[in-house]
């Protein structure tokens, strides 16, 4: 089985910083995409930043230039590093891997738990 566990996420003013994380453990033969999704109360959830395998990126408009995703493939680990965050950035944030079990022709996908980010005065 794999397990998707956050860490990260807490209460910040306008204009801080915060760093999350996301590693992948359990039956993994190999990991593509790993990316960062947010919902906030009465809104669907959305992309904010995802990360290929070969190192590719791609972000939210409204994310670009104050978010940066990485990921560290030796570990199964994502980051997401949070900066001039804005009350809008407010949400649960998930993190979301496609990964391909030994013999596996497909990926399968996985959530993790979600970490909450607050971002107010």
């Known amino acids: 089985q794999v397990q998707l566990v956050e860490s990260g996420g807490?209460?910040?003013?306008?204009?801080?910083?915060?760093?999350?994380?996301?590693?992948?453990?359990?039956?993994?033969?190999?990991?593509?995409?790993?990316?960062?999704?947010?919902?906030a109360p009465g809104k669907q959830r959305e992309l904010v930043a995802g990360s290929t395998r070969g190192g590719s990126t791609k972000y939210a408009d409204s994310v670009k230039g104050r978010f940066t995703v990485s990921r560290d493939n030796a570990k199964n680990t994502v980051y997401l590093e949070m900066n001039s965050l804005k009350p809008e950035d407010t949400a649960a944030y998930y993190c979301h891997a496609v990964i391909v079990h030994n013999g596996a022709l497909y990926g399968d996908d996985y959530w993790g738990q979600g970490t909450q980010v607050t971002v107010s005065s």
Do not use: E, T
């Not at 910083?17 to 919902?39: E, K, P, T, V």
């Open 10 to 39: 807490g209460s910040v003013q306008p204009g801080g910083s915060l760093r999350l994380s996301c590693a992948a453990s359990g039956s993994i033969f190999s990991l593509n995409a790993m990316d960062w999704y947010r919902q």
